[in-house]
T-cell receptor, first 113, second 116 residues
Framework: KNQVEQSPQSLIILEGKNCTLQ??????????LRWYKQDTGRGPVSLTI?????NTKSNGRYTATLDADTKQSSLHITASQLSDSASYIC????????????FGKGTTLSVSS | EAGVAQSPRYKIIEKRQSVAFWCNPI?????LYWYQQILGQGPKLLIQ????????DSQLPKDRFSAERLKGVDSTLKIQPAKLEDSAVYLC??????????????FGEGSWLTVV
């Protein structure tokens, strides 16, 4: 069964600290893996998209890694800001077109001052 | 570039009533999705359109949910009759390059439905 598991479920960190969110998946076939940021009351916004051959991709203070062998991905946030408080959703695409998306339940990050 | 537009943003209805949500995708995007997101969970695909044809509606509760995308542009999602468990955010999304290996999918702000 195609599944995407994320951990931790929630996380609280102090402003300025770094953090890493985890994503494990059992999706086959694998096309690509995406990380989305969803602010409360808003729609998800794409942070990164990685294909099978990509190990890492950065978007500002966000860096995603992918290990296709172990089927694991991580999202590292550097020097966190209050505006990073949101839900981070890992999404794996199970078809070549990249449109059959399997969503994780997300990690809720709270950054406090 | 304008994003995915959805309306209404918020709707409160009584159970057994009907409701309709509207979505206008990004101009030129051929693929349109409707997702249901229950609080604390990731989005669940309800239906996917390619132009005005249905690609996947396997998780759409067809006894009460219907969706259409006339002329391959705007789309409406209807629920009739609504149940308490339909309380959720209904997200519309679109993408522009079907078959592209890593096309970006853009989401709207969502329509928040509360059924009382």
């Amino acid at each position: 069964k195609n599944q995407v598991e994320q951990s931790p479920q929630s996380l609280i960190i102090l402003e300025g600290k770094n953090c890493t969110l985890q994503c494990n998946y059992t999706v086959s076939p694998f096309s690509n893996l995406r990380w989305y940021k969803q602010d409360t009351g808003r729609g998800p916004v794409s942070l990164t998209i990685m294909t099978f051959s990509e190990n890492t991709k950065s978007n500002g203070r966000y860096t995603a890694t992918l290990d296709a062998d172990t089927k694991q991905s991580s999202l590292h946030i550097t020097a966190s800001q209050l505006s990073d408080s949101a839900s981070y959703i890992c999404v794996v695409s199970a078809d070549q077109a990249g449109t059959a998306l399997i969503f994780g339940k997300g990690t809720t990050l709270s950054v406090s001052s | 570039e304008a994003g995915v537009a959805q309306s209404p943003r918020y709707k409160i209805i009584e159970k057994r009533q009907s409701v309709a949500f509207w979505c206008n995708p990004i101009s030129g995007h051929a693929t349109l999705y409707w997702y249901q997101q229950i609080l604390g969970q990731g989005p669940k695909l309800l239906i996917q359109f390619q132009n005005n044809g249905v690609v996947d509606d396997s998780q759409l509760p067809k006894d009460r949910f219907s969706a259409e995308r006339l002329k391959g542009v705007d789309s409406t999602l209807k629920i009739q009759p609504a149940k308490l468990e339909d309380s959720a955010v209904y997200l519309c999304a679109s993408s522009g390059r079907p078959g592209q290996y890593s096309n970006t999918i853009y989401f709207g702000e969502g329509s928040w439905l509360t059924v009382v």
